[in-house]
């Protein structure tokens, strides 16, 4: 069996058992989703690529009043967003070939991914993928890509080995997108507008100093809760969350 159906499965296995979550960090999940609301305006179209269960389409659906899509590869997951939304269209497909399975003549305002380019197993895939993006964006469009850094991962495990904490693998099934690889890819019909670090004072409070003061750390402990109070740009450099942004070029 190869990789591809290896993560379709996984993913098929954790819809079957409830497990929708992209993440076990629930609090990081409500803030992805927070940022996502705060940043797409109200009663625009928009495409989540990689929607999973359909949460964040639901979030913005009720509360901005979108106009939503959503495309995800898992059958399971499809099936199960379907039942917790009628209101939002979905399609089960293989994101790297949307461009001949995915029909409409739709250019979107908005088109969203998080976590979800990560879990292609390859560069040559991810790329692969966002040369496809062109197909549905128009010159208005705004591509908000929210996915894990291999460069953010690394700072974050250069700290932990000072304190001699472990290191934090990724998971098996993915493969986190490279900031260099990004910016000198001349990408077809869309261009990299700008790179941003997300939560990055969570990140070093969570992933570093909570772990380094406590035996059993848990994403419900008081330093974690308190990261999220503080300005996220306060500790800068150790977020392994980015987005990256991208617009239409002819």
Not at 232 to 240: K, M, Y
Request: hydrophobic content about 35%.
């Amino acid at each position: 069996m190869n990789k591809n159906k290896k993560i379709l499965n996984y993913w098929n296995s954790r819809a079957n058992n409830k497990m929708l979550k992209c993440t076990n960090d629930i609090n990081l999940e409500k803030n992805e989703i927070k940022y996502f609301l705060s940043i797409i305006k109200r009663k625009k179209n928009l495409l989540d690529i990689g929607c999973g269960d359909g949460e964040l389409l639901r979030n913005l659906k009720k509360k901005n009043n979108c106009k939503c899509y959503g495309i995800d590869f898992s059958e399971n997951l499809i099936k199960v967003a379907k039942k917790k939304s009628k209101n939002i269209n979905y399609y089960c497909m293989d994101m790297n070939k949307i461009k001949d399975q995915f029909k409409t003549n739709i250019k979107f305002d908005y088109i969203i991914t998080k976590r979800s380019i990560q879990n292609l197993t390859s560069w040559t895939n991810q790329k692969k993928f966002l040369n496809q993006l062109k197909f549905f964006s128009g010159p208005k469009t705004k591509i908000l890509l929210m996915e894990s850094s291999s460069d953010g991962l690394k700072k974050i495990n250069f700290m932990r080995q000072k304190l001699n904490l472990k290191r934090i693998t990724k998971p098996w099934h993915n493969l986190y997108l490279d900031d260099k690889k990004i910016k000198r890819t001349n990408f077809k019909g869309i261009k990299l507008i700008n790179i941003s670090e997300l939560f990055s004072t969570y990140y070093f409070t969570s992933r570093v100093l909570n772990a380094a003061t406590n035996k059993k750390p848990t994403y419900n402990d008081l330093l974690n809760l308190t990261g999220w109070k503080l300005p996220q740009n306060l500790i800068q450099g150790f977020s392994q969350l980015r987005l990256y942004e991208f617009k239409f070029k002819n």
